[in-house]
């Protein structure tokens, strides 16, 4: 089916509570089995999802945020799995929005699938911009995504943050499973301390030793964090690793060591439960969170806590 915009999904409204997986008023049942409760935050991490839109019998270009497996998909992976990493350095805000479908990527679709992509960040961008007209209140902000969500998360930045008088309540953008330049954008630089604010970092996950067939178009070049040590260090050693979380929610620490290489991160296979299904599989994209929750986690608060010393808040 080719694209259209009068055809495609009723659109969100973010004055409603139906149109967002996640607010501090809002939370699902899983999600308080990995972080508990929700615990006002003096911060705010806003996060965009990845694409999870992927059925090959699909016609239709953007997900239906009111399909009840849609929803279901957002909260039970990217939520459970991902968002939560945030949850205990600030408040988490999650929007549906009509993500792309994942054939926007495949070169053929090209040309339908950047309207594609461009409806849904127009979603993403409202959401963001209710976000700070009714929830925000001046206080600083995590920008968190992953895959397609980072893609709209960049855009994001350069919109709102970039040399604009928001970025000084950057606390750090989290920029996860998508190619970011070094030279991004004009302001915002990378951060290589773990300490640092008012920038970005980012990584995509594979196999060690290994580098997917479209490694020179879609990672070659892009900044490459290293997730247990925060710095340059081109190497994490296992020991440092402070946690998976696993499909069973479990943490398990000291479960794996990384390498940073030209556009990619290189992750040994992490020991935890079902590690010899993991042995045979090299792109870890999907993993490019859950690998890290911990490290993650802990990384989020130490930057909120820098950030809010820094500003005195």
């Known amino acids: 089916m080719e694209f259209s915009a009068s055809a495609s ?84 805000y999650v929007p549906f929005y009509r993500q792309a479908h994942y054939r926007i990527f495949v070169d053929p679709y090209s040309k339908q699938g950047k309207q594609a992509g461009v409806l849904a960040y127009s979603d993403v961008k409202r959401a963001f911009k209710y976000y700070l007209d009714h929830y925000n209140n001046g206080k600083p902000i995590i920008i968190a995504s992953h895959s397609q969500g980072t893609i709209h998360a960049k855009r994001l930045l350069k919109e709102f943050f970039d040399g604009k008088p928001l970025q000084r309540n950057l606390i750090a953008a989290y920029l996860i499973g ?16 773990k300490e640092a604010t008012g920038g970005f970092i980012s990584w995509n996950t594979y196999k060690k030793n290994n580098l997917p067939k479209n490694y020179e178009k879609w990672y070659k070049g ?46 040994s296979v992490p020991k935890i439960k079902k590690r010899f299904l993991l042995s045979f599989i090299k792109n870890y994209h999907f993993a490019d969170i859950n690998l890290f929750w911990k490290d993650i986690q802990e990384n989020a608060v130490l930057r909120t806590q820098t950030w809010l010393s820094q500003n005195n808040k």
């Open 222 to 267: 892009g900044v490459v964090t290293n997730p247990i040590t925060w710095d340059s260090k081109e190497i994490g050693v296992r020991v440092l690793h402070k946690g998976v979380l696993a499909s069973d929610k479990k943490i398990y620490p000291q479960s794996l060591s990384v390498q940073k290489t030209d556009g990619i991160l290189w992750s």
């Open 178 to 193: 998508s190619k970011i330049l070094e030279e991004e954008f004009e302001e915002l630089k990378v951060l290589n301390d």
């Open 9 to 92: 999904p009723t659109p969100p409204d973010y004055s409603k509570e139906e149109s967002w997986a996640v607010l501090p008023s809002l939370w699902n049942n899983s999600l308080q089995e990995v972080v508990g409760k929700p615990e006002s935050k003096i911060a705010d991490v806003f996060f965009i999802y990845p694409t999870l839109f992927t059925d090959k019998k699909e016609a239709d270009w953007n997900a239906d945020i009111f399909d009840k497996a849609t929803r279901d998909n957002v909260i039970e992976k990217a939520v459970v799995y991902q968002a939560s990493a945030w949850v205990k350095a600030a408040n988490l």
